[in-house]
Structure formats: C-alpha cells, structure tokens
C-alpha cells in the first residue's frame, strides 16, 4: 500500500539553528511530492512540491527539500529556524492514477525556542 | 497561488441539527474538490471526493447519508453534517484541484477550515 511516514511527531529547535523534519514514502511508482503547513486553527499552505523536475526543490519562506528515489525520502530542510516558522508539516504525495488524492503523513510538530 | 474560502468558519449547534458547509474557490474552477476531517493533533483524513455534477466518492467508512456533498458548480461544494451529534465535532477542511492538466502535480489549494463544535 501506498503511504508516507514522517518519522518524528516533534521536533524542538533554537532559533537560527537548521531544521530538518524527515519524510519517508513508500511505493513502486513515481509520486509527486508536496509539503505543506498548517498553522494552529487554520488551513494548510503549500510549502513546495516535487514533480520530477529538479530534485532539489526551493520554497517559501526558506524552505527546500530533497527528492532522493534511491532512500525514497524527500526530507524538508532550512538553514536557521524564525520563530514564526513554529507549526504543523505534513508530508503528502500524490500519484497520476488516483484522480488527485492526496496521502498525507501522520504530520511533525515544530516547536521554535528564543 | 489560488483562494479558496469557507464558510462559516466557526459554528456550534445542538445535537440533532444539520450544519451545512460551502467551499469556493474564488479565482478558478475546480474540477475536483475534496472535504476532509481533522482532529486536535491528528493528520487530515480524507472523507470524500466532490466531482461537479456527479455523486460524491466517500472514503471507506464514511456515511454517505450522514455527509452529504453537493458539487453544483465548479466553484463551489458544500459539505452537510446531517444529523450532528458531538462525536461530529471536528476541523472541516476543503481542498480544490484544478484536475489533470498538470497530473498529480497539480497543486490542491486549501481552504481555511471550518471548526464544527455540536454540543
């Protein structure tokens, strides 16, 4: 079956110190590859997303993330943490034959200290 | 990137009654909208896929009676809770895809959810 595992529920960084918040996928065919954010009580923005162009992927907000087939992982990365960046990621792929649905992680919460 | 909007963003009603939530997209037609559900510190789980003018597809284990999904246009669908009890009590999400033009790709744009509290 089909799925995405984000392998850390939280993750706690300091300000200005790098984040990485991991993703793991698991299927034979090629996904298209979405990360997105959730602030609390609202809707989710979309961060980036991978759809097999550049496998080096830039976003918002200083945001990036590497789609790599061989480890089928596609790990969201930034240099140095704003507290505003504190919030909910969830991992999601998509794949051509499933009229659009998207399979979401189980999401990694974000906490950023002063 | 593309607006979505839905309304009401918040609503409390008592148990027994039936609420009814719109999604728009306010800048492009839908060909696909989807309404999922979300509890406090859990993932999105998908419950229902809205195609314009055709019937709803409901996930597995959602009551096509009880979520009743309404796609008129492609620009707006709406999500009724029939019947609300509390256990309904939940974060509505919507999303809307443009469709296939840009295969799985196509980025789905969210709306901003709807915190339904039955009491």
């Known amino acids: 079956a089909q799925s995405v595992t984000q392998l850390d529920s939280h993750v706690s960084v300091s300000e200005g110190t790098p984040v990485l918040l991991r993703c793991n996928y698991s299927?034979?065919?090629?996904?298209?590859l979405f990360w997105y954010v959730q602030h609390p009580n609202k809707g989710l923005q979309l961060l980036l997303k991978?759809?097999?162009?550049?496998?080096l992927v830039k976003g918002i907000n200083g945001f990036e993330a590497e789609f790599k087939k061989s480890e089928t992982s596609f790990h969201l990365t930034k240099p140095s943490a704003h507290m505003s960046d504190a919030a909910e990621y969830f991992c999601?792929?998509?794949?051509?034959?499933?009229?659009?649905?998207?399979?979401f992680g189980q999401g990694t919460e974000l906490s950023v200290k002063p | 990137g593309a607006v979505v909007s839905q309304h009401p963003s918040r609503v409390i009603c008592k148990s027994g009654t039936s609420v009814k939530i719109e999604c728009r997209s306010l800048?492009?037609?839908?060909?696909?909208m989807f309404w999922y559900r979300q509890f406090p510190k859990q993932s999105l789980m998908l419950m229902a896929t809205?195609?314009?003018?055709?019937?709803?597809?409901?996930e597995q284990g959602v009551e096509k009676d009880k979520f009743l999904i309404n796609h008129a246009s492609l620009t707006l669908s709406t999500l009724t809770v029939t019947s609300a009890h509390p256990e309904d009590s939940s974060f509505y999400i919507c999303?809307?895809?443009?469709?296939?033009?840009?295969?799985?790709?196509?980025?789905?744009?969210f709306g901003p959810g709807t915190r339904l509290l039955v009491l």
């Open positions: 999303s809307a895809w443009k469709g296939s033009s840009g295969g799985a790709g196509e980025t789905q744009y």
């Open positions: 800048d492009f037609q839908a060909t696909t």
């Open positions: 809205s195609n314009e003018g055709s019937k709803a597809t409901y």
């Open positions: 299927s034979s065919y090629s996904p298209s």
């Open positions: 991978y759809t097999s162009a550049a496998t």
């Open positions: 999601v792929v998509s794949y051509d034959n499933q009229g659009g649905k998207l399979i």
